[in-house]
């Protein structure tokens, strides 16, 4: 504890302490008074290991003041144990790279909550700096599980595509009063962190994203194992829906739950709707909007299910680049389209490519269809007169 905070307590223990009557509420309720809001630098980054120690003992000392210095299992077995903890004084980044080691092995608890902080708090500042300012983010210092890694970096891409291309780039994040839940479960329970942010640009403006993560011990070490942003027109808005409030710490474990975003074909539920209303018109209108990435995933998506009239539609209609009528299309056998077993090989992977614009209307989407980086495929797209992205005949060769 700094010098400052343990002279304060030892005063209030010597005097407006010792009396019955004030309780640990109200304690608590000093103790937030005495701290001040966090702001997180993003650019310098500019925490360091001691900083972060002191913060975590100090935030595991109160911790233990407001649940009477028990353990949260002792209160309350297999129930949540619910607290507020004022953020910490000073300012974070990852600079250097901490352990978030947990407290007990196996198992998390409201001891790891100050950890757990800092774990979401330093995932947040990479994840806002890679979508804003085009930085690296390494998601597996933060997240054990592969399925949500690939979410995670999907995410990324989705959101730096609409920020990255602006001057306005992003000064420092701002994180508010933020809570912390502990449930127990049979795999050594369980945090619940709700942490809302302000992000804050060097030109003055800025907006504020809630954040909601689950933290689990895996291997001693402190990783998230869900992690959704709120907000409208955000990438988990429009995938998982406003209304997905994280309720399941295992969810990235689900195999169906996880078909719906790993699969080359699986469509979002944005982009469902967008087919069902696609494939009763073929109206190119109903694309406006749409990344390339996502128009390519409606064709892989026809293509497999064999509707093949809704595929023709998909390519593109400037005359110059068309190679054969949909006359000429409903001729093709059957044995030479593929089967949708070899469908799904052919575009294993493309809902994680990066589309690369080669001129004012064409690109390819670079994707890896085995996983490794060393086979590249690339799927051929064309802007209309429209300035609609429609897919080249013949997309991958």
């Known amino acids: ?56 003992s100090t935030g595991i000392y109160f911790a233990s003041e407001r649940i009477g210095g ?24 990852t600079e250097t790279v901490p352990l978030y080691a947990a407290k007990e092995d196996g198992e998390v608890s409201m001891k790891d909550a100050e950890t757990a902080y800092a774990l979401c708090v330093d995932a947040l500042t990479d994840y806002y700096n890679a979508i804003w ?12 599980n592969e399925n949500l890694q690939q979410y995670l970096e999907t995410k990324i891409q989705f959101e730096s595509k609409k920020y990255g ?58 990783t998230i194992v869900d992690w959704y942003t709120g907000g409208k027109d955000t990438y988990d808005y429009l995938v998982r829906g406003y209304e997905q409030k994280i309720g399941n710490p295992n969810v990235w474990n689900d195999h169906d739950w996880v078909n719906k975003f790993k699969s080359g074909t699986g469509l979002y539920d944005f982009e469902q709707q967008v087919y069902d209303r696609f494939q009763l018109t073929h109206d190119a209108n109903e694309l406006i909007g749409l990344e390339p990435i996502s128009i390519a995933k409606l064709y892989a998506y026809a293509s497999y299910q064999q509707d093949f009239e809704t595929a ?28 949708p077993e070899q469908v ?15 001129s004012d209307y064409e690109g390819y989407i670079k994707f890896y269809p085995n996983g490794e980086q060393h086979v590249e495929s690339g799927f051929s797209m064309i802007k209309n007169e429209e300035g609609i992205w429609q897919v080249a005949f013949l997309p991958v060769q």
Do not use: C
């Open 1 to 56: 504890m700094k010098e400052p905070m343990r002279d304060i307590k030892k005063s209030l223990d010597a005097t407006v302490f010792k009396d019955s009557q004030f309780s640990a509420k109200h304690k608590h309720a000093v103790f937030q008074k005495i701290h001040k809001r966090k702001t997180i630098y993003v650019l310098p980054a500019l925490v360091s290991g001691l900083l972060l120690t002191v913060v975590v």
């Open 70 to 93: 028990e353990s949260p299992d002792a209160l309350v077995p297999n129930h949540p144990v619910t607290t507020e903890i004022p953020p910490p004084q000073g300012e974070g980044g």
């Open 133 to 144: 300012n085009g930085t690296e983010i390494d998601v597996g210092k933060f997240i054990g």
């Open 165 to 222: 291309t602006m001057d306005s780039k992003v000064k420092q994040l701002e994180i508010g009063d933020w809570k912390v839940t502990f449930t127990n479960d049979e795999k050594g329970g369980y945090l619940y962190l709700e942490v809302p942010v302000s992000i804050r640009k060097h030109d003055g403006g800025g907006y504020g994203e809630g954040t909601e993560f689950f933290v689990r011990n895996i291997d001693g070490k402190l």
């Open 312 to 339: 023709y539609a998909l390519y593109t209609d400037r005359e110059e680049h068309i190679l054969w009528s949909e006359e000429e299309d409903e001729q093709i056998p059957l044995a030479d389209r593929g089967t």
């Open 344 to 358: 799904l090989e052919t575009y294993k992977g493309l809902e994680r490519g990066s589309f690369i614009q080669t």
